[in-house]
């Protein structure tokens, strides 16, 4: 039972580049989430999905995008990479918002 | 979401009980209660949820108060391994709602376990 597997585990960007974070679960959640935590910090979302095709931004959503295209793949996607989006950014699924299962996290540097 | 207020850190010796609070003084009625917990370098780990009983499980138990102002996580013994960040958080669960179940994490208590 993988549970929620996030690609990669870590990255380098250079400014102004573009990158995928992968999250995949095989639980069946309709539910699906990003967070990202800057160090020292809790954690802040970014986007999430109550199922395929259902988007909607969280509190801090600029400079990402997501889609849901079926019910296992949440992908964010960062377009055009700055400093500040340094982090380390987690996928999360839920079935009906109780008893969330975190990804291991993907630590993203831009320099 | 209303906010919660737990302390900043706490420290337990290994094998003793632990009782983590939180304040929660602006719940609402369909807010529940959901504790996590994330350990050095890992993503955060569903603890147990509750909305109005004490709430019991193999990782610990929630005591809730009356009100619903309050509550405690409590950890039964201790161990090495509950060294983390303990989280509470409120959200409301509304079906024809808009929360979905959207967490919102505050800086929550760092845990200390000693040997």
């Known amino acids: 039972n993988a549970g929620v597997t996030q690609t990669p585990k870590f990255r380098i960007l250079k400014i102004g580049q573009s990158m995928t974070l992968q999250c995949t679960q095989d639980m069946n959640h309709n539910y699906m989430y990003w967070y990202r935590q800057d160090p020292g910090m809790g954690l802040k979302l970014i986007y999430y999905s109550v199922g395929a095709g259902i988007t909607d931004k969280g509190e801090v959503p600029n400079g990402y995008n997501v889609s849901r295209s079926t019910t296992e793949d949440f992908p964010l996607r960062l377009e055009l990479a700055a400093p500040s989006q340094t982090s380390v950014y987690f996928c999360?699924?839920?079935?009906?918002?109780?008893?969330?299962?975190f990804g291991s996290g993907t630590r993203l540097t831009v320099v | 979401d209303a906010k919660t207020t737990q302390p900043n850190s706490m420290e337990s010796n290994e094998e003793e009980p632990v009782h983590l609070p939180c304040n929660h003084s602006t719940i609402s009625g369909t807010d529940y209660i959901h504790w996590y917990r994330q350990l050095p370098s890992q993503g955060p780990e569903y603890v147990i949820h509750?909305?109005?009983s004490n709430v019991n499980n193999r990782m610990a138990s929630l005591a809730i108060a009356e009100d619903r102002k309050s509550s405690t996580l409590i950890l039964h013994r201790a161990t090495l391994r509950d060294a983390a960040v303990y989280y509470c958080i409120l959200s409301a669960l509304n079906a024809g709602g808009t929360s979905y179940g959207k967490l919102t994490f505050g800086q929550g208590t760092i845990l200390t376990v000693h040997p």
């Open positions: 999360a699924s839920s079935s009906g918002g109780l008893g969330y299962t």
């Open positions: 509750g909305l109005t």
